[in-house]
Every structure is written in C-alpha cells, then in structure tokens.
T-cell receptor, first 112, second 114 residues
Framework: GQSLEQPSEVTAVEGAIVQINCTYQ??????LSWYQQHDGGAPTFLSYNALDGLEETGRFSSFLSRSDSYGYLLLQELQMKDSASYFCAVSPISGGYNKLIFGAGTRLAVHP | ETGVTQTPRHLVMGMTNKKSLKCEQHLGHNAMYWYKQSAKKPLELMFVYSLEERVENNSVPSRFSPECPNSSHLFLHLHTLQPEDSALYLC?????????????FGEGSRLTVL
C-alpha cells in the first residue's frame, strides 16, 4: 500500500519560519507535491519535486529525499494569510493521469 | 477563481433522495477527477476520466455514479446514500497524462446526508 504521514497541527508566529514534514511509504512514485487549502476553499498547488533536492518558489520551498522517504515544505517570513491546511501528495508509478495519493494534511496556525 | 466550478456548493439530502453534483472546467484540460474529503482524513480518489473515458474507479460504492458527457463537464450522481457519505466532494482537472503532480481543484460541494 501507499501512505503519507504529516503532523496534524503546527503553530508559528508571524515572520517566523516553519517546516512541515512528510514521510511516505510507497512502492514507487514520480514526484512529491504540496497543496494549500484555506477553510472553505479549493486545494491549490504549491510545488512539485520530481528529483531530490530543494525547489524554491518565493517564500515557499519544498525538499525531497527519496533515500530517506521524506520531504518537507518550508514556509519563510510567515504571514497571517498562510494559516491554512497543507497536504503532501505523491504521484505513484502504478497510477497515471496525475492520480495523486494525499496525506491527511497539516493545519498551520500563524499567530501575531 | 481556479477555473474549475462546482455546483451546488452545499447540499443536504435524505438517504432516499437522488441528487447530482456538477463540475465544469474552463481550462481546456483532458482529465477530470472526483475526490472525497472527510475531516482529518486524506483526500480519497474516487474516479478519474480521461478524454471522457473512465480510467479509474477506486472501489467506490455503486450509490455513487459518475458521468462525463464531454471533457469540460463531470457529474457525480448520488442515490440512497448513507450518513457516512457526508463529506466535501472535490472535483479536479489536469491537462492530460503529464505527471506534473498538479491538479486544479474546485471549491467543492459540501454534502450532508441525513
């Protein structure tokens, strides 16, 4: 089977840096994605790591280590609007058409 | 505005009702998906359509019946549901077979089964 583990909740203060970890068990996958979802909103794509290493997009960075079955999302210079749920997801080799398997999500609360 | 529109946004139905959820994408994508989102659980993939052909049926009960009349529209027909089917149903689309890890989601239809 395939599964992804994330912390259920993370809290941080405005301006800080927070890292949301994702560990996975899968027989093989093409890449690791991250999504953000505000309450009542649609999940929106943040990043995709097909290769090991760090991908940077503005204040957000994502990291993948296939040898450690581990990835993380790094959010810098936190803002109140970053309060949301964050999901990691893998694209399994056995699937296709972007058939993504998701983690249960991490709820990030940013405080002043 | 994500380019994927779902209606209705909220739906309350009894266990004997028949209702349908509608999804429309304005992105020119070839693949469309139904996901179920329950509290504190991973998003569960239900169905995948590519070029209007169902390519994935993830062991979903027959009380959920998808329909894809064209590449822009996707329906989820509901009948004789159970209270445990109450959840947020998310529609998504993607350009096609490219495995970029990127799906474009609608805001979902919040379903409550009484």
């Amino acid at each position: 089977g395939q599964s992804l583990e994330q912390p259920s909740e993370v809290t941080a203060v405005e301006g800080a840096i927070v890292q949301i970890n994702c560990t996975y068990q899968t027989s093989g996958f093409y890449g690791l994605s991250w999504y953000q979802q505000h309450d009542g909103g649609a999940p929106t794509f943040l990043s995709y790591n097909a290769l090991d290493g760090l991908e940077e997009t503005g204040r957000f960075s994502s990291f993948l280590s296939r040898s450690d079955s581990y990835g993380y999302l790094l959010l810098q210079e936190l803002q109140m609007k970053d309060s949301a749920s964050y999901f990691c997801a893998v694209s399994p080799i056995s699937g296709g058409y972007n058939k993504l398997i998701f983690g249960a999500g991490t709820r990030l609360a940013v405080h002043p | 505005e994500t380019g994927v529109t779902q209606t209705p946004r909220h739906l309350v139905m009894g266990m004997t009702n028949k209702k349908s959820l509608k999804c429309e994408q304005h992105l020119g994508h070839n693949a469309m998906y139904w996901y179920k989102q329950s509290a504190k659980k991973p998003l569960e993939l239900m169905f995948v359509y590519s070029l209007e052909e169902r390519v994935e049926n993830n062991s979903v009960p027959s009380r959920f019946s998808p329909e894809c009349p064209n590449s822009s529209h996707l329906f989820l027909h509901l009948h004789t549901l159970q209270p445990e089917d109450s959840a947020l149903y998310l529609c998504a689309s993607s350009p096609g077979q490219g495995r970029t890890g990127e799906l474009f989601f609608g805001e979902g239809s919040r379903l409550t089964v009484l």
